[in-house]
């Protein structure tokens, strides 16, 4: 009799030995399955491994990444510490920054206000109650220069969460490079640059899918040849989860997403996977159920560099490692009894950690509420640092890997996002599957079912559903000061009277031109337009004006 | 505020007024409406996810503000909760605060799905207030869809890139409806292929029903706003054309029994909702189920449920009933009463035509007093006790019964107090 | 089943904000409890949302906002509500700091109800406001 036999036969004898019997004593208080509805059994063991450790696993920094993407992982070089973070004017987040560096994190990440991220002028009437509210307003390049004021940008790196108009805020960030004597070859950082997501789940889109998908793709093409450190996308699977996603979902649609770009790129611009590819980021978000979340990230890894081999033929490892940003998730945030996110957040940053994260943020626990002050935000760092230096957890790579447990849900998290790409495939590819709410309608649903197992208390959320206390909101929350939006609103005003306007208008007549010019690449006129000093509003303005606005569909 | 007063705001385009008007239609109040036709009533139909509402929305976005324009888009009911999501407004809103244009969404209510009375009644207010044009938007799933055309002037049918087989399916209900086809424009190739699919298919019908009209294939993207003003321009050439024609007022009479039979529907619900005991008569077999509607149809009021008429020779007289074309039933000999009967079927009673089978029988009695013709007229009632205790009351005397027979129990009201006519009641069981 | 539809109920996206997960999950629990809730989605401007209310005869606003401009932008529309004697409740749901709860209750809101209420407290609420027993 062979190994397995034996066990097999041991494992079944255990089942009717003890675990029934003991089953029929004490019932089980619950059902136990996974957040995408796979029952999870009691036990796992060796039987439940399949197939070979060197084609699932190998080694980290190795074909196909599921340990890791470096060989030695955090003992080299531990992640980026970036919290994300920005409010009110241009100066007030210049203030934050500086502190965060002060504390010990290790890069920065912009929040720009709504009106910034969709293309408005603080003065706009729609704009106006928004600015400076949930980030820092950035509507032009002065703002942008104030922003990083003090902050050497030719070192630290910086992500812009920042989409719709990625174009524009990049080609600030450039220009006030540019002005402090610094290439713009050798900037480092991310900007989001996700449309996709934002018609599946962030909803802060401008224009239709296709001149989206134009605007973005055309970005990706002029970052990979011009700004070498730079990654002209951060694909998104984050949003999906807060808008309530399953954990397959998550990444099951980041991955049909990139497989979308990837597509548009070498269709559009005919470049060879190897040239862009290596330039691409993700980012994924960490709920409280930990292992599932480990093995969440692990199943994302392996996939992405299937994906990229066997669909593109990507030849570097560059082109097939998944680097990621985790951010805790805001969603699994309660109101109620906020001291108890501190808890889940430091869960939440260990799965990033156990999973292999490259740069991670903790939501500070005031966040279900308002904004995060100064005190919250820096317990949020804390808890990276004590994961980082006292927790022990990144003495070894993978530490998880070769659990019967979590090799067992990494397959089945992978296998369940195929099946959920595969259908993205036949609807043909994610700009397709938008168009008709394919995605929106499948989150939608996972929400609301969510939602009812909380109601039915089959979810626990404690300080929600169970152990709920009567309590007195008494925490200090962080303002935003009113002075900071009129201050936006001069300077912009300030910006328009003092450019050049000859070389402003030619400028933005020449943007519209190329937007109607489907063969040429849109980036370097948005960028001599915002260098000619005009507005995101007048950028944006202008685009719509070509490409018009984007109306979702009806889900239901 | 008062109807009145409401109708002469909904003059004005007053939409709160429209508004108000449109909630008391839903709710069962029917405004009289004198209608001179103008609105170009526009029903836009297709499978969900065709992008109805997108192409209603750049349409009417890019109709001349001077054109009052409104929008009817319909959500289906909960067939169990009674309650609607109602999302088609998503894509319009941008159009909701423009002075010419009214959007309302309406919920099916009802088990039909597809249009329902109050949708056809706030048609006939919408015109009444003055729309240049009315869109609807339907369901766009089962057969009830395709009551559009008998509301709309123009029926657009939008259909989404298929295969072969798919158009054939479709081609049963949706292709006979269609003034205008609709191909969303777009680089999948399904899209080509289903266009001439469509060429060829309307080529078929446009032969098939020689109507002056020629169906239109048109390949329109309303997401970009491709051929959307190619679109609006064939719309107001066939409105032109049906104004012309005098056929416009054909479709005014097709609503107007519309919403008869779509009130029929609604009313017939209702009332089956209320007929539990009915469905229990028929769970416990009490009843056919044929028996329990006619029964339903007839609730509320003692309806006639035959007539009966004394013979000498029943043969004689059923072969002469079943030459003019009635249905008649075999004889039957009642032992109880000393009759032979055969019942004569009409539409929703009977004459029941009886032969004594002895001298002294009362039916023998009576055609030897009053010689052959009508021996008793009978009633069914609901509530037979009631009615009895009623006829006790005004002082009538009911002879032999109530009694328990073949067709359920039944009395008698005695013709000396009643004119001369003997008045059977029934209650079926 | 099949009781009667119950009153009409508006469900909106105040302002820039594209946090949609809360008022799409409200929206359907009420129209599974039988109401019928016409969503507007996202963006919508207080105007649009008078407009859609006045249009739809319907017989109460819910709104959500998580951009933390609800001050302005609640005040905006129970000002313009006001104006064109559009008279039925408002509650609010959302990011709301408890201080500003008290403000916008203030103005005339009905109600204001933060992340983790239960579905099942705010279908009772819209029910009493919209007189279904």
């Known amino acids: 009799m062979g190994s397995v036999d034996r066990l097999r036969e041991k494992y079944e004898e255990w089942v009717r030995e003890f675990l029934i019997p003991t089953l029929k004593k004490i019932p089980e208080w619950r059902k136990f399955a996974t957040s995408f509805g796979v029952d999870i059994k009691p036990l796992y063991t060796p039987l439940d491994l399949k197939g070979d450790y060197l084609e699932k696993l190998g080694f980290p920094g190795e074909y196909p990444f599921t340990r890791g993407i470096y060989p030695t992982m955090y003992r080299s070089r531990l992640w980026t510490f970036r919290e994300y973070s920005g409010f009110g004017s241009p100066e007030d987040t210049n203030r934050r920054y500086k502190f965060l560096i002060s504390q010990g994190q290790t890069g920065l990440s912009v929040a720009f206000d709504l009106p910034t991220q969709l293309g408005l002028d603080p003065d706009h009437e729609l704009a106006y109650p928004e600015v400076g509210k949930v980030g820092v307003s950035v509507p032009e390049v002065v703002s942008m220069s104030i922003l990083f004021d003090g902050i050497d940008i030719s070192r630290i790196t910086t992500s812009f969460t920042i989409n719709a108009t990625a174009a524009e805020i990049l080609s600030m960030y450039v220009v006030v490079a540019e002005s402090r004597g610094i290439d713009k070859a050798v900037l480092d950082g991310t900007i989001q640059n996700d449309i996709l997501k934002e018609f599946i789940a962030r909803n802060l889109y401008i224009y239709p899918p296709l001149h989206s998908m134009r605007y973005a793709v055309d970005i990706i093409a002029y970052v990979t040849k011009n700004m070498p450190k730079w990654h002209p996308i951060s694909i998104s699977g984050y949003h999906f989860r807060e808008a309530g996603a399953t954990a397959v979902q998550e990444i099951a649609f980041t991955l049909a997403d990139a497989i979308e770009y990837t597509r548009w790129v070498i269709d559009r611009w005919k470049l060879d996977v190897d040239d862009f590819a290596p330039s691409y980021s993700f980012f994924f978000a960490a709920t409280t159920n930990l292992f599932e979340e480990v093995a969440k990230f692990r199943a994302a890894r392996r996939l992405y560099a299937r994906i990229m081999r066997e669909r593109f033929g990507a030849k570097k490892p560059e082109s097939m490692r998944m680097k990621f940003h985790v951010q805790t998730s805001g969603a699994a945030l309660t109101a109620q009894q906020p001291e108890v996110n501190i808890i889940r957040t430091t869960i939440q940053a260990l799965a990033a950690v156990l999973g292999g994260a490259q740069s991670l943020h903790v939501n500070a626990y005031d966040e279900a509420l308002a904004l995060p002050t100064e005190k919250s935000v820096k317990l949020a760092l804390r808890v990276q640092q004590v994961i980082a230096y006292e927790s022990g957890v990144i003495d070894s790579v993978d530490p998880l890997g070769g659990s019967y447990y979590i090799e067992w849900l990494t397959d089945t998290i992978e296998e369940e996002a195929m099946k959920i790409i595969d259908y993205v495939d036949k609807l043909g590819g994610m700009t397709r599957a938008v168009e008709i709410g394919y995605p929106q309608r499948a989150i939608a649903e996972s929400a609301y079912q969510y939602q009812k197992m909380v109601e039915e208390g089959k979810i626990v959320i404690i300080g929600v559903n169970m152990f709920r206390e009567e309590e007195e909101l008494r925490i200090e929350l962080h303002r935003v000061d009113p002075a900071s939006r009129e201050r936006s609103i001069r300077r912009v005003r300030e910006v328009r009277e003092r450019r050049d306007r000859e070389a402003w208008e030619r400028a933005l007549n020449e943007l519209r031109r190329a937007a109607d010019r489907e063969d040429e690449n849109i980036f370097p006129y948005i960028f001599n337009a915002i260098r000619a000093k005009a507005t995101i509003g007048e950028v944006s303005g202008v685009l719509r004006e070509v490409w018009g606005e984007y109306k979702p569909p009806s889900i239901y | 505020m008062g109807i009145d007063e409401l109708l002469e705001k909904a003059r004005n385009w007053d939409k709160s007024a429209i508004a108000k008007l449109i909630t008391m239609a839903e709710e069962g109040v029917e405004p009289q409406l004198n209608i001179h036709r103008r609105s170009h009533v526009i029903g836009i139909t297709g499978p969900p996810g065709s992008g109805k509402s997108t192409l209603i929305y750049a349409m009417a976005r890019r109709i001349p503000q001077d054109k009052r324009v409104a929008i009817l888009t319909i959500d289906p009911s909960s067939p169990f909760t009674g309650g609607s999501f109602m999302g088609n407004r998503i894509r319009m809103q941008e159009l909701t605060s423009r002075p010419n244009i009214y959007i309302r969404s309406m919920a099916t209510r009802g088990m039909r799905g597809g249009l329902n009375y109050a949708t056809v009644a706030a048609i006939n207010i919408l015109e009444y207030a003055g729309a240049d044009y009315i869109f609807i938007e339907t369901v766009g799933a089962g057969q009830s869809d395709t009551d559009v055309k008998y509301v709309a002037d123009t029926v657009l049918v939008l259909v989404p890139p298929l295969s072969g087989d798919e158009i054939q399916a479709l081609k049963s209900g949706l292709m006979e409806i269609g003034d205008i086809y609709i191909v969303s424009k777009s680089d999948n190739p399904a899209s080509e292929s289903t266009y001439r699919d469509l060429l060829a298919m309307v080529d078929m019908v446009r032969e098939v029903k020689g109507e002056a009209w020629k169906p239109v294939v048109l390949k329109v993207s309303g997401l970009y706003g491709h051929g959307v003003d190619e679109l609006l321009k064939i719309i107001d050439e066939r409105f032109n054309e049906l104004v012309k024609s005098g056929r416009l007022d054909d479709s005014l009479r097709s609503r107007r029994a519309l919403e008869m039979r779509l009130y029929a529907y609604d009313m017939l619900e209702k009332m089956l909702n209320e007929a539990k005991d009915l469905e229990l008569r028929v769970i416990n077999g009490e009843l056919t189920p044929r028996e329990a509607v006619r029964a339903l149809l007839g609730r509320g009021m003692p309806r006639l449920d035959h007539v009966a008429v004394a013979v000498k020779n029943i043969d004689e007289a059923a072969r002469k009933f079943r030459d003019l074309g009635f249905r008649v039933s075999d004889p039957v000999i009642v032992e109880g009463q000393g009759v032979k009967v055969v019942m004569v079927q009409l539409g929703n009673a009977k004459i029941e035509l009886l032969e004594p089978l002895s001298p002294e029988s009362t039916v023998a009695k009576f055609i030897e007093r009053r010689g052959e013709g009508i021996h008793h007229i009978a009633v069914e009632v609901d509530d037979i006790d009631k009615f009895i205790s009623i006829a006790k009351n005004v002082g009538l005397s009911v002879v032999g019964g109530p009694s328990r027979g073949a067709e359920g129990i039944a009395a008698f009201i005695h013709p000396k107090d009643l004119h001369g006519v003997l008045l059977e009641l029934v209650q079926h069981v | ?133």
């Open chain 3, 1 to 133: 089943m099949n009781e009667m539809p119950k009153p009409k109920v508006i469900i909106a996206k105040l302002g820039l904000d594209g946090h949609d997960r809360g008022a799409k999950v409200i929206a359907r629990a009420l129209a599974e409890a039988g109401f019928e809730v016409v969503y507007t989605g996202i963006r919508q401007t207080p105007s649009q949302v008078v407009e859609t209310a006045i249009q739809e005869d319907a017989k109460l606003i819910g709104i959500s906002i998580l951009s933390g401009s609800h001050l302005e932008l609640v005040g905006e529309l129970m000002r313009i509500m006001k104006e064109r004697g559009l008279n039925i409740p408002v509650i609010v749901g959302g990011i709301i700091p408890p201080e500003d709860r008290e403000a916008l209750l203030k103005m005339g809101v009905a109600g204001v109800y933060g992340p983790g209420t239960p579905l099942k407290e705010i279908i009772e609420v819209v029910k009493k406001l919209t007189g279904v027993s």
